[in-house]
Every structure is written in structure tokens, then in C-alpha cells.
């Protein structure tokens, strides 16, 4: 058979074909064969038994080449997660599986793949660590958790109909900032006359690291002068940035 190509959305996104291209191979080819083209992770043989690779996790994760545009995260490079959370094993689980349920929707847009997450949860396996490197084995509530890996469970690589599943992937842990202490400048002396400013302008002044890590509430203003808006955390996936019990944060500006 030859060898098939399926494009990633090349022209809506405007990427050069070289860097946008999924291999998909036959049943012949070798698991190293499959790996070394492109270094991609997902294959597919005549018999529709589909070879994926799960380091397209780590990949999508990291935002490395075509993933880096398909990944919508707030953060790329790791998974953010709450400091009250950062050293429980539990609570890291939860937060991945969150995050992976992000990465399926786009193998199922882009790939027509649907993975259901439930079952990509229950044949994995993670290992914990306390140092980025991913030497040093952390103890659940003792220490704080700095990296993990997830592998396929040996045995469990046929275990989603359709699929064949094998690898792993290595992720860094982030801790979230407090929304709270990253928004000094907090009344402002400029006409902002709409949310959008309001939202621009705040990100610039505090050095926030994205418009899509905060949304604008409660947009009003007094005559033509005194303007106040909450803000609060943004619905975006991996977010940097947490607030206590919901909190929002309140700032002043000028309308005119």
C-alpha cells in the first residue's frame, strides 16, 4: 500500500505542508519505522487498526511543531495546576484528565478519531516526581510535585477498540499564580470605554501573559466619567492564574 498523508488544516491555518502532514502507514511497517517519520504519532494500517503513539500528549502539551497551533492552552510547556494542589497525586490526575479531554477534542476534529477519555484514563499508568528531570520518586502529600509521566499499562495497548496504543509521555508541573497579587495596577487613569480596552490594557500594564487568562464582568459606569469592572479567571484550558473561592478582582478606569 502506499503510503497516505492527511492534511492538518493547512490552508485555514497557513502552515507550510511540510510542517502539517500526519503519516498514516500500513500494517507491514515496523513501530520504529512508524516513529521515524517525521516523528510523528499516528499511523494507520489496511485492517483500520489505528497506531498512536502517546507521546502526542507530551507533544500537544509542549505546543511542539503542528501541535504548537492546533493547542489552544493558556500555558504551553507543562500542566498548571493550583500550589494548594501541588502535591497530591489525586488532584494532578484530575487536572490531566481535564487537559486530555482538551487534546481529544482536537484529534477528533483533526483526526476524526474519537477516543473516548474514560477509557484512554483507565490504560495509563502515572509516576510522580519531585524533581523536573523525573528522577527523584515523590512521596503523595510529602513533597511537591514537579513533573510526571504517563505510560500505557503493559498488556493494555489493544484494551480501546480500534486502536492501538503504546508509548508514554513526560510532563512538567506549573504552579498557577493568584490572580490577586499579579494585578497591581488596579485603577486606571485612561479612557477605556469598552471591556476589550479595559481587558488590553490590563494585561499590558500587569504583565499578565494573555488576554485569554482573564474575562471582564460587570462593565459599567457612572455619567461619563467613573468607570468599574470585576475581573475574574477566564473558562481557558491551563490556565496561569487562580482566584480563591471565585473571587474577582475590582478596577477603575475613566469613561468617556
Known sequence: MNKLYKWLGVMSLGISASASLIPFVNKNESVNQIQDLNNKSFSKNSNEVNDVDLNLLEKFVNGEGIYGYINNAIVKGGLTIDPKDNKSQTKVVEATKVYIIEILKQVKFWLHYDINVDELMNIISFNFYSDQ????????????????????????????????????????????????????????????????????????????????????????????????????????????????????????????
Open 133 to 256: 528531570e523525573g528522577y527523584v520518586e515523590q512521596v503523595d502529600g510529602v513533597s511537591e510535585i514537579k513533573s510526571f509521566k504517563i505510560s500505557i499499562v503493559n498488556g493494555k495497548e489493544d484494551n480501546i477498540s480500534g486502536f492501538y496504543m503504546h508509548g508514554s509521555s513526560k510532563f512538567k508541573v506549573i504552579n498557577k499564580t493568584n490572580l490577586q497579587l499579579a494585578i497591581t495596577n488596579r485603577d486606571f487613569q485612561q479612557n477605556l470605554n469598552s471591556s476589550e480596552k479595559l481587558k488590553k490594557y490590563i494585561v499590558e500594564s500587569n504583565d499578565l501573559i494573555s488576554e485569554s487568562a482573564i474575562e471582564i464582568t460587570n462593565f459599567t459606569h457612572t455619567g461619563w466619567i467613573n468607570g468599574s469592572a470585576n475581573v475574574v479567571i477566564s473558562q481557558g484550558i491551563n490556565n496561569l492564574y487562580y482566584l480563591d473561592d471565585n473571587n474577582s478582582i475590582k478596577v477603575t478606569f475613566i469613561f468617556i
